[in-house]
């Protein structure tokens, strides 16, 4: 396998990246736009050469003449005397893992309950296996109960979702993700355990109808045709009428599923309601859905801030989501919990030391490798922004863990 570094003009989908691709932002700094092993399409090139990318690194399993990069890289030769020499590195830090909400055993449990789940409903000729369909609904309910135990045995009831987001399977963790802050939201509104347990139940299901949609429209990177976005829009419908059709569940299942892209304001789908028509579940499962949606990295985006997504809800309060619930759901939202990395405006990285309260919106940061604190929150700060949100494997050149 060899590797050939090209002109983002030469890119082409169906490439192969060998290397992750980072963007300069207004700062100057880096930050991560591209995985390494992120197979190309017409999108990403196009944000990439929007985003000013000059060259990417790709794999090939054939070395083009005269673009050839042996396997085992030479060491580069030393700069001539003329060159500027790079500033040095910034120290190592020590690596603190942010609060694990989830353990990978019940992780991997619930992701591969929802995919048991919907992979028996993945015919839209309603041949379903009842039988298997109730086995994968119990072991999906006793995931529900431990995730929930989860929530309401942390005595401080805040939840982040950013251990549970995985960029492959992205419909079964985004479910995952879903069902934790419903149950958190619906803990905040005080709803008692039985009820979070079928609130939780109903988020996991949530999606459930996308199983009979054509792969290449739920994948489509461009923007869908009036016929593509017809059938998306079914979704919720063929969700619901499945359950019903494998008696799994009850109205209350079923209309949390089938209506939870309705708006207060009547202008969602699939039925127009509007407020006091829209069912709890469903109201709840919407803010839910959206936060996750957006704040998830994508192979065709870059995921917005949770402050971003934060604000981007707060406008749609009274249109798209009910007052209570929202405030219900940021009340307990961890938006960049204690150890996120951030990246800041004027170039420096920092560890999130200080996230409550007034914080939580702009926490304070200890920026990378010294003592320094940045309090976001202060008005001496005001114009320090935070950037992005950085992957501890995805850390810009030159910093690194000791």
Request: one cysteine or more; hydrophobic letters at 40%; aromatic letters at 6%.
């Amino acid at each position: 396998m060899y590797t050939r570094i090209i002109k983002i003009e030469d890119a082409e989908p169906g490439m192969k990246l060998s290397e992750p691709v980072y963007i300069v932002t207004n700062t100057g700094s880096n930050m991560l736009a591209a995985r390494a092993g992120m197979v190309l399409d017409a999108n990403l090139i196009k944000m990439l050469t929007v985003r000013k990318v000059v060259t990417i690194e790709i794999h090939s399993d054939v070395a083009p003449e005269g673009a050839e990069i042996p396997p085992q890289k030479s060491a580069p030769a030393a700069p001539p005397p003329s060159i500027k020499v790079e500033p040095p590195k910034p120290p190592p830090e020590k690596y603190v893992p942010v609060k694990e909400l989830v353990n990978d055993k019940l992780k991997e449990e619930a992701v591969d309950s929802v995919k048991q789940l919907f992979t028996c409903f993945a015919t839209p000729d309603g041949g379903i296996n009842k039988t298997t369909a109730y086995q994968c609904v119990s072991n999906l309910e006793n995931v529900v109960g431990d995730l929930m135990g989860v929530i309401t045995d942390d005595e401080s009831g805040l939840i982040h979702i950013n251990d549970l987001k995985q960029f492959d399977e992205y419909t079964y963790h985004h479910s995952l993700s879903v069902s934790m802050l419903a149950m958190t939201t619906g803990r905040e509104m005080g709803l008692d355990e039985d009820t979070l347990f079928r609130l939780g139940r109903c988020a996991m299901m949530h999606d459930i109808g996308k199983q009979t949609i054509p792969i290449e429209i739920i994948n489509k990177k461009g923007k869908l045709t009036d016929a593509e976005f017809t059938i998306i829009k079914n979704h919720p419908v063929t969700g619901a009428n499945n359950l019903k059709a494998a008696a799994i569940g009850d109205i209350e299942l079923w209309n949390g599923i089938l209506f939870h892209h309705e708006k207060i304001n009547g202008a969602g789908y699939p039925k127009g309601l509007k407020g006091k028509d829209i069912p709890l579940f469903s109201k709840i499962i919407s803010v839910a859905d959206v936060y996750d949606a957006v704040t998830s990295y994508r192979s065709y985006r870059l995921p917005m801030l949770p402050s971003e997504a934060f604000e981007l809800i707060g406008r749609d309060v009274n249109v798209a989501f009910e007052l209570n619930v929202v405030k219900a759901f940021f009340a307990k939202l961890e938006l960049y919990p204690v150890n996120t990395i951030l990246e800041l405006s004027d170039g420096r990285l920092g560890m999130v030391v200080d996230s409550e309260g007034a914080s939580r919106l702009r926490p304070t940061v200890r920026v990378w490798g010294s003592t320094e604190l940045v309090n976001l929150a202060a008005q001496m700060n005001a114009g320090i922004t935070i950037e992005g949100v950085i992957n501890p494997t995805d850390l810009p050149p030159g910093y690194e863990f000791n």
